[in-house]
């Protein structure tokens, strides 16, 4: 499959490395087409990666994944281009986070709007689906670096990208298909996003950023 991997940074290489080994083909994107982060990454990880714009990757992917800093997601599928993003499904990774104050950041958009709410109304004929945002890089693409059951949550208006990308999660990442909970339609990613400060206070506390939460009791399944 074409996958296209928005960002450069620490989400985008660990998502976009688990793909590539996986057999995947990978283009990572930046605003430039030669970032030198992107172009070493493709360079370490063989013929099946590839760097280019966000645009180029965009046009590329059957699938994308945003993995750009959330500050800067709509400017970047903005440069992508709707028409390269229309009809795909969209896994937006992406927080809204402002570190403009210094540590712990405030996020930028929260309570009455989501980062992914917004581009959901940007990019209407795109079909987002809110996942991974709640979990190290590391967990993301192996859950088995938490012991036990721990829980992913997604959200996003349609059903069916939803049920894909719970398959998309438990075939390439290992996510057990009853540990992801589809909490509804995109406002949820509020809650999700929201999620964010909670979980930088318990990376302080614990010391590692390989945790997770479980829900006990009853559950949704997607």
Avoid at 15 to 25: A, F, N, Q, R, S
Avoid at 52 to 58: F, L, P
Avoid at 87 to 103: E, T
Avoid at 128 to 156: E, Q, R, Y
Wanted: aromatic content about 6%.
């Amino acid at each position: 499959m074409r996958i296209a991997v928005l960002g450069t940074g620490v989400v985008g290489k660990t998502i976009g490395t688990k793909l590539v080994e996986l057999g995947h083909e990978v283009r990572m994107s930046s605003r430039t087409p030669d970032n030198e982060r992107a172009v070493a990454w493709a360079k370490e990880m063989g013929p099946n990666a590839s760097h280019g714009t966000h645009r180029d990757a965009a046009a590329f992917g059957e699938a994308v994944f945003n993995c750009t800093t959330g500050s800067a997601s709509l400017e970047a599928l903005e440069q992508a281009g709707r028409e390269n993003l229309a009809g795909k499904i969209l896994i937006d990774i992406a927080n809204p986070l402002d570190f403009s104050r210094g540590m712990p950041p405030c996020l930028t958009v929260c309570n009455t709007d989501s980062l992914a709410e917004q581009i959901q109304r940007a990019f209407p004929e795109t079909r987002i689906v809110k996942a991974l945002n709640t979990v190290n890089a590391g967990v993301m693409v192996n859950p088995s670096l938490v012991p036990g059951d721990h829980v992913l949550f997604l959200c996003g208006n349609d059903a069916t990208s939803k049920a894909q990308v719970a398959a998309w999660l438990e075939q390439w990442f290992g996510w057990k298909r009853g540990n992801v909970i589809d909490l509804g339609d995109i406002t949820a990613a509020r809650a999700t996003e929201m999620f964010l400060p909670l979980w930088l206070r318990l990376y302080g506390l614990l010391g590692t950023p390989h945790f997770n939460i479980n829900v006990v009791g009853g559950r949704p399944r997607v």
